[in-house]
């Protein structure tokens, strides 16, 4: 899995920049991410479509929704 070619990646994730929720999930199950972070709305960081395939921290953050494997929200 390389999806740097494609994204922005840092050691925690790539983020393919501004995408909707629904294409961000769609995004996650075409790449086959374990894990989706998305930019919720009202957040600072709105809209950004994070692909990972594994988070050693998952504390709640306000700027983000985490969706894994079976797109529920976390």
Partial sequence: MSWR???IC???GCNFGKLSLENCLALGVKKDA???IHGNAE???S???WLQHSCADLRPNGDFGDYIDDNTIH
């Fill in 5 to 7: 070619s494609e994204a």
């Fill in 10 to 12: 840092v050691d925690y």
């Fill in 34 to 36: 374990r894990e989706v």
């Fill in 43 to 45: 957040g600072g960081r």
């Fill in 47 to 49: 809209n950004e479509c």
